[in-house]
């Protein structure tokens, strides 16, 4: 961060200037190290840059900071300098986010900062539970394994997010590209088409009726429709903000079938995997259970986590207060209980990653089973609906003129 000061000396007078520092203390001290008087000290001013005004344009991606991770993972094991390790990786990546990020982290660990401290620094980037994995490993001298654990967590959990979108793509582009061919037949070809038969007297048959009614209807309640669809976005917009709205739309997406289980057994992989780890870092379950927590989308899920977290501080085991909501599979908290029991809890939570995420690909599996068919037929219905609604009246208009 830069801060902006005025300083006083007998030999120069007042003195004006900037200065790079991770805080303000620290900003005074390097200022104080130069012989001023310091007089003002504030943070500088600066004009919003272009990633600050659009963030998820720059936004690191998952899989350059699975690559970083993988690539800091190697050289540390190599037995390299881990400054100089962060200095090629600096230099090597294409990525402007992860390059000032590397920069920054390389003059604070320079400074005699802690790698963990200072990827603290950049929440935006790294999560509480990846510094803490990070610092888990500083503390015991496994830095390496825990930056392998952490790139080993990362890419499943990167390929499983891929997974969905691959479901998702082609039945939404094969849906959506037919609903774009309709209108456009509806819109453009149609009524030209329609015309002219009016002209000629002859009689349109009631499927292309039916198809310019429609149309027709739409677009005489046009600005209905739009503030319809306004209404509904500002809503489901909204609905992140107002608590109530939030949490019975997480409550109505957990409930639904087929993509509530997805959502369930999404959540219990993570969380699972999430736990393993940072046990298996050597960080305790008390202080592991938060940072696991913090990654639940699903605030019903969400909400039974941190039961379970007040349960063990209240002395209560993990499982006792997991039990108690009926949105978690009994035969998770069961072999939750069974960790607990026989202090097997990290490799347990691996056990039941691994599990989830199996079961997780297997629905991706049978969703895109049920939407490729369903996409075809969809498609198909349009297309025949497109070709009765053009061919009928020109079939008609042919008739009549051979009669």
Do not use: C
Request: proline content about 3%.
């Amino acid at each position: 961060m830069e801060y902006q000061y005025v300083g006083y000396t007998l030999a120069d007078g007042i003195v004006k200037g900037r200065i790079d520092a991770s805080d303000a203390a620290t900003a005074e001290e390097k200022v104080i190290d130069q012989g001023y008087k310091i007089l003002e000290m504030k943070v500088a001013r600066q004009l919003p840059s272009m990633e600050d005004m659009f963030p998820s344009l720059f936004k690191l991606k998952q899989k350059d900071l699975v690559r970083f991770t993988q690539q800091l993972a190697i050289m540390v094991r190599g037995g390299g300098s881990l400054q100089r390790a962060l200095e090629l990786l600096a230099a090597e990546t294409q990525n402007r986010v992860l390059r000032r990020v590397l920069l920054s982290i390389i003059k604070a660990v320079d400074e005699g900062g802690s790698l963990s401290g200072a990827m603290e620094m950049h929440p935006k980037v790294f999560s509480s539970r990846f510094f803490s994995v990070v610092g888990a490993g500083e503390h015991t001298g496994r830095l390496a394994p825990a930056l392998e654990q952490l790139s080993t967590v990362m890419e499943k959990e990167q390929e499983a997010r891929d997974t969905v979108k691959r479901t998702m793509m082609m039945p939404m582009f094969t849906i959506g590209a037919s609903a774009i061919m309709l209108v456009l037949m509806l819109t453009v070809l149609m009524p030209p088409l329609l015309a002219t038969f009016e002209r000629m007297g002859n009689d349109i048959p009631l499927i292309t009726r039916i198809a310019m009614g429609s149309m027709g209807l739409i677009t005489a309640n046009l600005k209905a429709v739009g503030i319809g669809i306004g209404a509904l976005i500002g809503l489901l917009l909204l609905s992140k903000r107002i608590e109530a709205l939030n949490y019975w739309k997480h409550v109505i997406l957990i409930h639904t079938p087929i993509l509530g289980q997805m959502i369930l057994a999404g959540e219990l992989s993570q969380f699972s995997r999430t736990i393993s780890m940072l046990l298996d870092s050597g960080i305790s379950l008390a202080n592991a259970l938060p940072l696991a927590i913090s990654g639940a989308k699903n605030i019903v899920i969400h909400q039974a986590f941190v039961a379970g977290e007040e349960s063990l501080v209240a002395g209560r085991g993990l499982s006792e207060a997991l039990k108690e909501h009926a949105v978690l599979p009994t035969m998770w908290v069961e072999l939750v209980m069974i960790g607990e029991e026989s202090n097997t809890l990290a490799q347990t939570m691996g056990e039941l990653a691994n599990a989830y995420q199996k079961e997780l690909e297997n629905r991706l599996a049978s969703l895109l089973a049920l939407l490729e068919p369903l996409s075809t037929m969809a498609v198909g219905g349009i297309v025949l609906f497109i070709a009765l609604s053009m061919f009928l009246p020109i079939y008609s208009g042919l008739n009549g003129a051979a009669g």
